[in-house]
């Protein structure tokens, strides 16, 4: 059975750092895109970076230069690293299996909240 | 202000067919598939068509998918109330190299 399990989310100071974990069992990270997808309170759902089975990233403006996207094979587990924490990256994050540009999400975690504040 | 345009909201009857609108251009809808979601309060989101058109393991034929230029569309048939949930269109963005959602649409089943 397909899962993902975030962990990580926590209430963290505004220029701070936080980096999240997505454990997935029943099929490899290392072989499929895996996505984070975030959402505001009461808002929308906002992509914020994807990794390519082949390693390439890429990232939403709003989070460029601040997040990085990455993975640990052996424990397959993707991660994203987020600093110079902002209001404005207050969200449920999501770690997701898949991508935009085809078969989109077809498994999402439950979601981690990160509360960022002043 | 989201790249990809959905109505805010839309309402039908039991039983009567909907239809949610995502509106975008060439540089996302017009060359890359759509994808369309649904979330129910509180829980993830949950991925109802693929590939313009394409239905998951699971998801009844009720829900379809269409694209038309630079507009995609989900029909809902037969609706229900346990229907009621916010709609998300989204695909990839070719100029930004980035992925994009619609803003989401709340559907009322009244």
């Known amino acids: 059975e397909v899962q993902l399990v975030e962990s990580g989310g926590d209430l963290i100071q505004y220029g701070g750092s936080l980096r999240l974990s997505c454990a997935a069992s029943?099929?490899?990270?290392?072989?499929?895109?895996m996505t984070w997808v975030r959402q505001a309170p009461a808002k929308g759902l906002a992509w914020v970076s994807v990794?390519?089975?082949?390693?390439?990233?890429y990232y939403a403006d709003s989070v460029k230069g601040r997040f990085t996207i990455s993975r640990d094979n052996s424990k397959n587990t993707l991660y994203l690293q987020m600093n110079s924490l902002g209001a404005e990256d207050t969200a449920v994050y999501y770690c997701?299996?898949?991508?935009?540009?085809?078969?989109?999400?077809?498994?999402w975690g439950q979601g981690t909240l990160v509360t960022v504040s002043s | 202000q989201s790249v990809l345009t959905q109505p805010p909201s839309v309402s039908a009857a039991p039983g009567q067919k909907v239809t949610i609108s995502c509106s975008g251009s060439?540089?996302?809808?017009?060359?890359?598939?759509v994808s369309w979601y649904h979330q129910l309060p509180g829980t993830a989101p949950k991925l109802l068509i693929y590939?313009?058109?394409k239905r998951p393991s699971g998801i009844p034929d009720r829900f379809s998918g269409s694209k038309s230029g630079t507009s995609a569309t989900l029909g809902i048939t037969g609706l229900q109330t346990g229907d009621e949930a916010d709609y998300y269109c989204?695909?990839?963005?070719?100029?930004?190299?980035?992925?994009?959602f619609g803003g989401g649409t709340k559907l009322t089943v009244l």
């Open positions: 060439s540089s996302n809808i017009g060359n890359n598939y």
């Open positions: 590939e313009n058109n």
């Open positions: 029943g099929f490899s990270v290392s072989s499929n895109y």
């Open positions: 990794l390519s089975s082949g390693g390439d990233t």
């Open positions: 989204g695909t990839w963005d070719s100029s930004l190299s980035a992925g994009v």
């Open positions: 997701t299996r898949g991508r935009l540009s085809t078969s989109g999400f077809d498994y």
